[in-house]
């Protein structure tokens, strides 16, 4: 227990002290006019009320990441607190809130665009056809497993025999009913729909971790304490905490995804001032919802050896997992706010990566989005890439490269505001530190990963990545010099 009050005590303690240090050496200004007034369109550049902005930036973010992920990185031990905190502060806030003060400070443009001010168009380009491709995976991924969760919830036996690529008919008919809503929520002004909606969202997602976080302290449940970086897991070898735990807790500690979210959002924020509270809390919040998820599900059955042993019976599926948790504890009627705070918070991430997928394609082809049939010529072709991904590759494979290239863009990112403050003088090493670290936790699980590499050697796969991290971090930094030289510093 002592263990998880100081991770939940220092990331509450966070905002108050890294946040406000983060603020001052973005050069927060409120005074300063913002892409909302200056760019105003009433389809994505329209000024909300901060709580609105605050909920969509954190159910943008969240999906399954704080829920499943927590569950899956909790098998690892007690080490998960600690990525989950120190990861959540060091890296994730820091990167969501300096990704969107680089989008506020460049009219609100979406992540390649402020990428290649800082990196050069070459990495530009890169950035254009990696960020498009993450966010069509994103959009397969919250398509697919929402679909799963409501057809094993809603089942109707009397079309699951029509499958395809082992998706029974009634997930078939889920995923063309959050189609239909995608298509909707990419489309409308975002104060439509998503503005409405998302408050509704936002309150199952706090009465999960809200409900939880009350049992963990009266229940009389036994949190584990952080004695060693032990790895829990039974298959430790294959899976080992570096680079695997890295990966599996994503959305709660750093996710390249978040910084696609982060220009989505500034384009509605209404001052520089509420740039902390929404993006470097709402990764907080992320962070302490993953933090509380990991402990209740390490305490509810005995302990990690416990934990491990359900996974295994499960086959993994912490959806099992969440329902067992929260029947248990909140008894049989509030666990279905549970399981619909899940499927909701998985749908939220998808609208918003199609809705990000759009806005980055209409940026680099500078087409207008005002029109309803652009927008929709834009979409069409997302939600079609989407839709062939889901049928013709099986779910390890899609999550499995969807977790890889989540982390690389988080990778590129990180460089990029480690450019952008050396360029202004800053303090780079706030992001240029955490940069080294996730170049190597990328490099190394592209070597380690079966899907990818899968050397049987993981000394030569460290190896190969710290060799990998040494040329990256060198390109990058001589990339930082180039750009010193073309603003004439």
């Known amino acids: 227990m002592i263990t998880f009050l100081v991770c939940l005590a220092l990331l509450v303690g966070s905002y108050f002290t890294y946040g406000r240090y983060l603020e001052r050496v973005a050069g927060i200004d409120p005074t300063k006019p913002v892409p909302s007034a200056t760019l105003y369109d009433g389809v994505d550049y329209v000024p909300m009320p901060r709580w609105k902005t605050f909920l969509i930036q954190l159910l943008n973010i969240a999906g399954l990441g704080p829920v499943f992920g927590a569950i899956l990185g909790a098998a690892y031990g007690p080490v998960a607190f600690l990525w989950t905190t120190l990861g959540g502060i060091l890296f994730g806030a820091m990167h969501d809130f300096m990704a969107a003060v680089m989008s506020l400070r460049s009219g609100g443009k979406s992540l390649p665009e402020i990428v290649g001010e800082s990196l050069g168009v070459g990495t530009k380009q890169v950035m254009r056809v990696f960020s498009v491709g993450l966010m069509v995976l994103v959009g397969a991924v919250f398509m697919s497993q929402p679909a799963e969760l409501l057809a094993w919830k809603i089942p109707m036996p009397a079309i699951d025999a029509m499958a395809i690529n082992g998706l029974s008919g009634s997930v078939l008919i889920f995923i063309g009913v959050i189609l239909i809503y995608y298509v909707i929520a990419t489309l409308l002004p975002i104060d439509k729909l998503i503005g409405r909606i998302y408050p509704v969202f936002g309150f199952l997602l706090f009465f999960m971790a809200g409900g939880i976080f009350v049992i963990l302290m009266v229940g009389g449940y036994d949190i584990p304490e952080l004695t060693s970086l032990r790895n829990y897991l039974p298959d430790a070898a294959n899976f080992p905490i570096i680079p695997t735990l890295f990966v599996t807790i994503a959305c709660g500690a750093v996710s390249g995804f978040h910084a696609t979210q982060s220009p989505l959002v500034a384009r509605c924020i209404r001052s520089e001032k509420e740039a902390r509270s929404v993006f470097f809390g709402g990764m907080i919040t992320e962070s302490i919802i993953t933090l509380i998820w990991a402990a209740i599900a390490m305490a509810f059955w005995g302990g990690v050896q416990g934990l491990n042993e359900t996974l295994a019976a499960s086959g993994n599926n912490a959806a099992l997992l969440v329902e067992a948790i929260s029947t248990a504890t909140l008894g049989p009627w509030l666990s279905v706010l549970v399981i619909g705070g899940v499927i909701a918070v998985a749908i939220t991430s998808g609208d918003t990566a199609f809705r990000s997928a759009r806005l980055i394609v209409a940026d680099f082809t500078r087409t207008d989005q005002r029109p309803l049939w652009k927008r929709l010529a834009v979409s069409v072709p997302l939600f079609a890439g989407a839709i062939c991904i ?42 240029v530190a955490p940069a080294i670290v996730m170049t190597y936790i990328c490099s190394s699980y592209v070597f380690l990963s079966p899907i990818i590499v899968g050397l049987s050697s993981r000394p030569l796969a460290y190896v190969l990545g710290g060799v990998t991290t040494i040329v990256i971090a060198v390109v990058f930094c001589l990339q930082f010099r180039r750009s010193d030289v073309r603003v004439g510093r």
């Open 390 to 431: 889901i049928l013709l590759m099986d779910f390890r494979t899609i999550w499995s490269y969807f977790a890889w290239m989540n982390q690389a863009l988080a990778v590129i990112t990180l460089w990029a505001i480690g450019a952008w403050l050396w360029r202004r003088r800053g303090p780079f090493l706030v992001a």
